[in-house]
């Protein structure tokens, strides 16, 4: 299998804006990934569509469905941030929804979209081009739709507004055995079980809404937290730090000592532990094969399940401070 350094970032950004089906097990070497892919459970309680629903310190109000038409994603905060590019408020038609139904007004995004703060305009423009080529792909080819269906203006309106974010704490990361069991609605997110039944955690991550009523409104304000194995921590940061003693390279130097990015190199602390694996995956498949990705291909060659998991637990942990 193959893993993460300096790619960690550039498998990062403006991914699939919904999950993908997890790639082949033949690239996984054995491996199972698919936590990180979440599919909706056959048994998933639906929304009801015309409640109404309010946040703290929001003047708005929507009702469920409104909240859920990526055409017209909610602003609960329109004072937060500049003005919202028509692509980002509304999209460009049925293969382009608004940006901000995924990725949120903020930029901060869930587990199955991906956190654009924190990236130059350059960077995430790049990354547009890249999806439109087909040199970067996603499994359920979502993100590449979405880019194909966007103008150029479009793209560049998106990556300004989105630079024009700042980082927050979005994640908390917590070691455990055990976890409480979990499903995953039709959003492609995931939220624990009501009846509190434990499970042993293995080697995952399961990645759930701090306050769920507030994330299924979308809400900018509350993130989300990571149940990962004991040890994960300690382990993943030998190998930020250092790379393991030889088995890849040391994230920070490429990413810089807080990994908040260097030059054309994209920060990668904070991020969504789930997106992390989820990418690294999709980089087995040969999903990024820009000049860039090339560097990546023997950076993350040797790195377990257990390495892969334990990296994105620990990036994930950092909260990016410099901004």
Request: aromatic residues 8%; proline residues 9%; glycine residues 8%.
């Amino acid at each position: 299998m193959k893993t993460l350094s300096l790619a960690l970032a550039l498998a990062l950004l403006f991914a699939p804006a919904f999950a993908a089906q997890p790639p082949d097990s033949r690239w996984l070497d054995g491996m199972d990934l698919t936590f990180a892919f979440p599919a909706p459970s056959p048994d998933f309680p639906p929304e009801d569509n015309s409640v109404v629903k309010h946040l703290p310190g929001s003047s708005k109000e929507y009702t469920q469905g409104q909240i859920d038409d990526t055409y017209n994603p909610p602003d609960w905060y329109p004072e937060e941030h500049m003005p919202f590019p028509k692509v980002v408020a509304s999209g460009e038609g049925k293969a382009t929804p608004g940006c901000a139904s995924c990725h949120l007004a903020s930029g901060s995004g869930h587990p199955e979209s991906a956190n654009l703060t924190g990236l130059t305009a350059a960077y995430l423009l790049t990354q547009i081009h890249e999806f439109q080529q087909g040199v970067r792909t996603d499994p359920r080819h979502r993100m590449s739709e979405i880019a194909k269906g966007m103008t150029e203006q479009d793209a560049k309106e998106a990556s300004a507004y989105f630079a024009s974010q700042k980082p927050r704490r979005w994640i908390r990361v917590v070691e455990t055995d055990t976890v409480q069991e979990s499903y995953v609605n039709d959003g492609h997110r995931r939220y624990l079980r009501p009846d509190g039944k434990m499970e042993p955690i293995g080697m995952r991550v399961i990645e759930v809404p701090e306050v769920p009523e507030r994330i299924t409104c979308r809400d900018p304000h509350t993130g989300f937290v990571a149940y990962v194995p004991k040890g994960s921590l300690e382990k993943g940061k030998d190998l930020v730090m250092t790379g393991g003693g030889g088995k890849t390279t040391a994230c920070i130097t490429c990413h810089g000592p807080q990994l908040m990015g260097v030059g054309l190199v994209p920060r990668i602390a904070g991020h969504s532990p789930t997106y992390i694996v989820r990418q690294l995956a999709g980089f087995q498949v040969g999903a990024r094969n820009s000049d860039m990705d090339q560097l990546m291909k023997d950076v993350v060659a040797n790195l377990t399940q257990e390495d892969i998991v334990s990296l994105a637990a620990y990036v994930s942990s950092l909260f990016p401070d410099k901004q």
